[in-house]
Nanobody, 120 residues
Framework: QVQLVESGGGLVQPGGSLRLSCAAS????????MGWYRQAPGKQRELVTR???????DYADSVKGRFTISRDNAKNTVFLEMNSLKAEDTAVYYC??????????????WGQGTQVTVSS
């Protein structure tokens, strides 16, 4: 069974920084794309950023230049460094990963979500 466990959310003042982590565990053969999505109250879940196994990244326009995604393939972990945070970044942030296992093949998995609140 595969699990994605996120950590690092919390309350931060505007202009501040946070670092999110997401570790995948279980009977994993390989992980392709890993990414972060977010969902603000009353809004649809949206892609924030993602990184392929080869290191290709893309970002939502709203976070370009402020957020940085990275991954540690040896530890099946993806990180999200968030700088210059704004009130509009407030949301629940979800980790997502395309993971291949023996039993289920390639499936997209989700973490449980971690709250990020940007407020003074």
């Amino acid at each position: 069974q595969v699990q994605l466990v996120e950590s690092g959310g919390g309350l931060v003042q505007p202009g501040g920084s946070l670092r999110l982590s997401c570790a995948a565990s279980g009977s994993i053969l390989s992980i392709n794309t890993m990414g972060w999505y977010r969902q603000a109250p009353g809004k649809q879940r949206e892609l924030v950023t993602r990184v392929t196994i080869s290191g290709y990244t893309d970002y939502a326009d709203s976070v370009k230049g402020r957020f940085t995604i990275s991954r540690d393939n040896a530890k099946n972990t993806v990180f999200l460094e968030m700088n210059s945070l704004k009130a509009e970044d407030t949301a629940v942030y979800y980790c997502n990963a395309d993971i291949t296992t023996f039993s289920r093949g390639r499936i997209s998995y989700w973490g449980q979500g971690t709250q990020v609140t940007v407020s003074s």
